[in-house]
């Protein structure tokens, strides 16, 4: 009978080989970890370095400066702050020449200037951190022929600029956005034999005495924005993207105050004339000789340490009665907003806004997110954010593949799974078309559309043949060259975050809810319950 069973030396082989594939894998795991918390080497210094406070006095601290003979507008403001009111909340100086000012404060709405990755709650609240599977193992995606060609954690992110663990992949993805906003462009004015202007990075810094004081409140800084815009276009940029910085970085030892403008723009800048007409502003050509080689980079790496604002809102000017109903049925007042596949699954449980349930509102957050707005970065000329619209869109699904090797990359479940599944992702295709021609492009393809599908073509196929129009698919990005996956694909379980029962962020552990909570009783069922007795 001993010829049934395997020997010892067998079964010890079979261990010691099971265990070295364990520890290759989990070596595996915490490199994919390591490349995941990989970040751009300025983004050390944006959480590291202090920075300078931007609070400074308002703009027309700056003119009652020039009335009164003070330094600066720092100097007029502890100047009026140190006396006395009247009793009509007027403060009393004097001017140089010796006559009387009645200088009363002016009601602003005052902006609150941040940092990037220094809301340090953020994580926490959001729940960011990696993907941990049922096993207790790190998510990964890796190439199966070489983990030296890729092989990344995967992770939760909130998408937000200011959470310390989501910043450096915001800011990257942010660069994406921004480099495909100018392909588009940059397509149809190819396809429309249209000459392409050459693209440059600028620098514009106003005087800044005058700007600390203009960034401090939201409409002086939409008019010192709009300045900088109006001035590019005046002196020849065709268009552009404009990012605002509160801060410079200073020998690698502190980012003090000093307010500046980086626009990514098309066309030729007339640096004399401008100098000319705004005398006392500074504006310069970054890499001059070389040019913008990389959009996304280049704004992936302004994006890490931008200015980050919120300003205050006048409670007045807030319907509150819209934005309560633009919750409960999305799209009354936000566009586009629909419900999320979460609405649907809590609607199951008789719980959630679908099913009339507020209980599960934070009323305070709900009301501080409308007292307070967040300032953009902006498009504007020529590929300002209304110059395309969308014609249509299309979701394919793509295998992801090496850029090494061009093997299928593959998502392992932890260091335990040696198999894993192949990463697969549905790619989001759109077709633009500039504004005025939207009208005539979209009643050609009505018209043509039964003929298309008789032919087995789709959008993407029209937009080809079509000058002022361009798909996602003719603008060269990375992700074109993924393998299109043929039938439909079932999306494996990996991929969703919300599927896995908990995420680690930092130290601590943090559990994603995957459904309602059992004891939370619904709107509806308070009203039922109210009715029958």
């Given at each position: 009978?001993?010829?049934?069973?395997?020997?010892?030396?067998?079964?010890?082989?079979?261990?010691?080989?099971?265990?070295?594939?364990?520890?290759?894998?989990?070596?595996?795991?915490?490199?994919?970890?390591?490349?995941?918390?990989?970040?751009?080497?300025?983004?050390?210094?944006?959480?590291?370095?202090?920075?300078?406070?931007?609070?400074?006095?308002?703009?027309?601290?700056?003119?009652?400066?020039?009335?009164?003979?003070?330094?600066?507008?720092?100097?007029?403001?502890?100047?009026?702050?140190?006396?006395?009111?009247?009793?009509?909340?007027?403060?009393?100086?004097?001017?140089?020449?010796?006559?009387?000012?009645?200088?009363?404060?002016?009601?602003?709405?005052?902006?609150?200037?941040?940092?990037?990755?220094?809301?340090?709650?953020?994580?926490?609240?959001?729940?960011?951190?990696?993907?941990?599977?049922?096993?207790?193992?790190?998510?990964?995606?890796?190439?199966?022929?070489?983990?030296?060609?890729?092989?990344?954690?995967?992770?939760?992110?909130?998408?937000?600029?200011?959470?310390?663990?989501?910043?450096?992949?915001?800011?990257?993805?942010?660069?994406?956005?921004?480099?495909?906003?100018?392909?588009?462009?940059?397509?149809?004015?190819?396809?429309?034999?249209?000459?392409?202007?050459?693209?440059?990075?600028?620098?514009?810094?106003?005087?800044?005495?005058?700007?600390?004081?203009?960034?401090?409140?939201?409409?002086?800084?939409?008019?010192?924005?709009?300045?900088?815009?109006?001035?590019?276009?005046?002196?020849?940029?065709?268009?552009?993207?404009?990012?605002?910085?509160?801060?410079?970085?200073?020998?690698?030892?502190?980012?003090?105050?000093?307010?500046?403008?980086?626009?990514?723009?098309?066309?030729?800048?007339?640096?004399?004339?401008?100098?000319?007409?705004?005398?006392?502003?500074?504006?310069k050509k970054v890499h001059a000789k070389e040019g913008?080689?990389?959009?996304r980079h280049t704004v992936a790496y302004l994006c890490?340490?931008?200015?980050?604002?919120?300003?205050?809102?006048?409670?007045?000017?807030?319907?509150?009665?819209?934005?309560?109903?633009?919750?409960?049925?999305?799209?009354?007042?936000?566009?586009?907003?629909?419900?999320?596949?979460?609405?649907?699954?809590?609607?199951?449980?008789?719980?959630?806004?679908?099913?009339?349930?507020?209980?599960?509102?934070?009323?305070?957050?709900?009301?501080?997110?409308?007292?307070?707005?967040?300032?953009?970065?902006?498009?504007?000329?020529?590929?300002?954010?209304?110059?395309?619209?969308?014609?249509?869109?299309?979701?394919?699904?793509?295998?992801?593949?090496?850029?090494?090797?061009?093997?299928?990359?593959?998502?392992?479940?932890?260091?335990?799974?040696?198999?894993?599944?192949?990463?697969?992702?549905?790619?989001?295709?759109?077709?633009?078309?500039?504004?005025?021609?939207?009208?005539?492009?979209?009643?050609?393809?009505?018209?043509?559309?039964?003929?298309?599908?008789?032919?087995?073509?789709?959008?993407?196929?029209?937009?080809?043949?079509?000058?002022?129009?361009?798909?996602?698919?003719?603008?060269?990005?990375?992700?074109?060259?993924?393998?299109?996956?043929?039938?439909?694909?079932?999306?494996?379980?990996?991929?969703?975050?919300?599927?896995?029962?908990?995420?680690?962020?930092?130290?601590?552990?943090?559990?994603?809810?995957?459904?309602?909570?059992?004891?939370?009783?619904?709107?509806?069922?308070?009203?039922?319950?109210?009715?029958?007795?």
């Open positions: 009978m001993r010829g049934y069973f395997p020997s010892d030396d067998v079964l010890d082989s079979e261990y010691i080989s099971d265990l070295g594939h364990s520890f290759k894998r989990s070596e595996q795991e915490n490199l994919a970890i390591q490349n995941a918390l990989s970040e751009h080497p300025v983004v050390y210094f944006v959480k590291n370095l202090p920075v300078e406070s931007t609070m400074y006095p308002a703009i027309e601290y700056l003119t009652l400066a020039e009335q009164i003979g003070a330094r600066d507008a720092q100097e007029a403001y502890d100047i009026v702050h140190s006396g006395i009111r009247d009793s009509s909340g007027r403060y009393l100086l004097t001017s140089k020449t010796g006559e009387n000012i009645a200088f009363r404060p002016v009601y602003r709405r005052y902006i609150d200037w941040e940092m990037p990755a220094h809301d340090q709650g953020r994580a926490e609240r959001r729940q960011c951190g990696f993907i941990v599977s049922d096993d207790g193992g790190y998510v990964y995606t890796a190439c199966p022929s070489d983990i030296d060609h890729h092989n990344k954690a995967k992770r939760f992110h909130c998408w937000g600029l200011g959470c310390p663990m989501c910043m450096n992949d915001t800011a990257i993805r942010n660069g994406m956005k921004a480099d495909k906003h100018f392909r588009y462009h940059e397509k149809i004015w190819e396809k429309s034999g249209i000459q392409i202007p050459p693209l440059g990075h600028w620098v514009v810094s106003p005087p800044q005495e005058w700007a600390k004081c203009m960034v401090q409140d939201k409409d002086d800084f939409d008019f010192l924005y709009q300045t900088v815009i109006d001035s590019l276009l005046r002196f020849g940029a065709v268009g552009g993207l404009t990012i605002f910085h509160p801060w410079r970085q200073f020998e690698q030892e502190e980012w003090r105050f000093s307010p500046h403008f980086h626009s990514l723009l098309y066309g030729f800048i007339d640096t004399d004339g401008f100098r000319r007409k705004f005398p006392g502003w500074v504006i913008v080689q990389s959009i890490t340490h931008q200015g980050l604002a919120v300003y205050e809102k006048d409670p007045d000017d807030i319907d509150w009665d819209l934005d309560f109903l633009d919750h409960m049925i999305p799209g009354i007042k936000s566009k586009d907003a629909q419900y999320s596949e979460k609405d649907y699954d809590n609607l199951a449980w008789d719980l959630g806004r679908m099913a009339g349930d507020i209980s599960d509102i934070d009323w305070t957050e709900w009301t501080v997110e409308r007292l307070s707005g967040v300032i953009r970065n902006r498009y504007w000329g020529m590929l300002s954010k209304g110059k395309l619209k969308t014609l249509g869109a299309i979701k394919r699904p793509k295998y992801r593949v090496c850029k090494e090797c061009g093997q299928v990359l593959r998502v392992y479940d932890g260091c335990h799974d040696h198999m894993g599944e192949p990463a697969v992702y549905n790619q989001d295709i759109e077709v633009k078309v500039p504004a005025p021609s939207f009208k005539l492009v979209k009643r050609e393809y009505d018209r043509l559309r039964d003929m298309m599908d008789k032919e087995g073509m789709d959008i993407v196929d029209f937009a080809k043949l079509v000058p002022c129009a361009a798909s996602t698919l003719e603008l060269d990005l990375p992700k074109n060259d993924d393998i299109p996956a043929e039938g439909p694909v079932e999306m494996p379980k990996t991929y969703f975050p919300k599927r896995q029962n908990k995420v680690r962020s930092g130290s601590w552990p943090v559990r994603i809810r995957t459904g309602p909570i059992p004891y939370m009783r619904s709107f509806r069922s308070l009203q039922s319950s109210q009715r029958s007795s």
